[in-house]
């Protein structure tokens, strides 16, 4: 199963997202931005506002530090069987709704505390756990079954 993670900016929400899923679920996940565009292509450890995304990860035994940001294009939607919108609804392209995307009320963790990153962190996690779990059996790696 191929999920695309998107958040607005692709530094935080949609990235750890993304990396959270390939832990629990063994699959590569993707990531994009619906507001990239001319920052696509740079790295995460070059953003002072991903550290905290960055650090919070390396608790979860996960890199990403050296993760680029993507722009969200509506080309890209066809090769994902599930794509999770995490952005803000003034930042979601129209077509995004007459797709296959399932829409998460998670807030940007930008600015906020430690503590509130753990609470995203945690609300992320639940959801894909769920997600993990509402999977026909046949889309699953065969190291879950």
């Known amino acids: 199963m191929r999920v695309l993670f998107v958040c607005r900016g692709n530094v935080g929400r949609s990235q750890m997202a993304a990396a959270l899923f390939h832990k ?3 699959e ?9 565009f001319e920052k696509q292509g740079q790295k995460l450890k070059e953003i002072p506002l991903a550290e905290p995304v960055i650090r919070f990860m390396k608790k979860e035994d996960i ?5 680029a940001r ?3 294009t509506h080309a890209m939607l066809k090769g994902f069987d599930k794509i999770i919108v995490m952005a803000e609804q003034e930042t979601i392209p129209k077509y995004l709704h007459q797709n296959k995307a399932e829409f998460w009320d998670i807030e940007d963790p930008k600015d906020m ?3 509130g990153y753990e609470k995203i962190i945690s609300q992320i996690k639940s959801r894909i756990k769920h997600l993990i779990k509402d999977i026909p059996w046949w889309d699953l790696p065969s190291n879950i079954i």
Do not use: C, H
Request: net charge negative.
């Open 70 to 72: 993507t722009q969200l």
């Open 113 to 115: 505390s430690d503590k």
């Open 63 to 67: 890199d990403i530090s050296e993760n």
């Open 24 to 26: 629990y679920f063994g």
């Open 28 to 36: 590569d996940a993707f990531s994009a931005g619906t507001k990239v």
